[in-house]
């Protein structure tokens, strides 16, 4: 059986963790050079570079049929490849839209592009593909008590089996949420980014006005450097100017020179 996940993430390496609870199973995951090796010990047999590579045909050189199941957390273009990779009978699993909020800032006409090649199927494609998609929004199962304590109780078994682990990539204080969410949204966290309610212990505290400290002592340097710059630039050009005059007065002396010796010649 194989599958396909974005793997560097909290979700994804969850997902890769459930993935290898099953037997004979290959593992394909999109992520960034840099993390090839973790999710390779994390159990991804075949790590991807979505951002130098097409991770459409790197998958077809290794699996020319496809994949059976496919985890989507991007949406938009990215739902339509992952379609297309899937075998016949495989599973398309939905549950992002991370295309939507990529990037640093807002772009309202990236949003729109985003939503208008959001995927949509008929249902005669589906019959005649023998494929099938499915959605999942937890947020919306808050009412399914039942189903949720069998998936939990499923997976606390696996973890107290070893079989799972959560892999935590960092943990911030609320004060540092900011930091937290650059962190992910730059997408340089391998698991999940930890909040705690617990209060910044005082040391830290202090500690962020040193660095704040520090750039300023910075900026000062800078500006006392530029200073400098500008001070020995017009020291130069003062030099620059006495050199000028000098030369001036020295040709005046020549002419004066000049002119007395034509007055004693008369």
Request: hydrophobic share 30%; charged share 40%.
């Amino acid at each position: 059986m194989s599958w396909q996940t974005a793997d560097a993430s909290g979700v994804g390496i969850a997902a890769t963790q459930l993935c290898k609870t099953v037997t004979d199973v290959t593992v394909f995951g999109t992520a960034s050079a840099s993390k090839h090796e973790t999710i390779s010990e994390g159990g991804v047999t075949h790590p991807i570079d979505y951002r130098t590579k097409d991770y459409v045909e790197e998958v077809r050189k290794i699996s020319p049929k496809g994949l059976d199941i496919i985890l989507d957390p991007l949406g938009g273009s990215d739902t339509h490849k992952a379609y297309n990779l899937l075998k016949p009978m495989g599973k398309l699993i939905t549950y992002g839209a991370a295309n939507m909020l990529a990037g640093q800032k807002k772009n309202l006409i990236a949003v729109a592009k985003n939503w208008y090649h959001q995927f949509s199927i008929h249902t005669l494609s589906l019959i005649q593909g023998n494929k099938s998609v499915c959605g999942f929004h937890l947020g919306y199962l808050d009412g399914e008590t039942e189903l949720i304590t069998q998936a939990m109780n499923a997976i606390l078994d696996l973890y107290k089996e070893g079989k799972i682990k959560p892999r935590i990539d960092s943990t911030w204080h609320f004060e540092q949420v900011g930091d937290a969410m650059r962190k992910m949204q730059e997408r340089n966290n391998i698991g999940k980014v930890i909040l705690t309610t617990e209060p910044m212990p005082e040391e830290e505290k202090k500690e962020e006005p040193k660095k704040e400290d520090k750039k300023e002592e910075k900026k000062k340097d800078d500006k006392k450097k530029d200073d400098k710059k500008k001070d020995d630039a017009k020291k130069e050009e003062k030099k620059d100017d006495k050199k000028k005059e000098e030369a001036k007065k020295e040709e005046k002396k020549e002419e004066e020179k000049k002119e007395e010796v034509k007055k004693e010649e008369k």
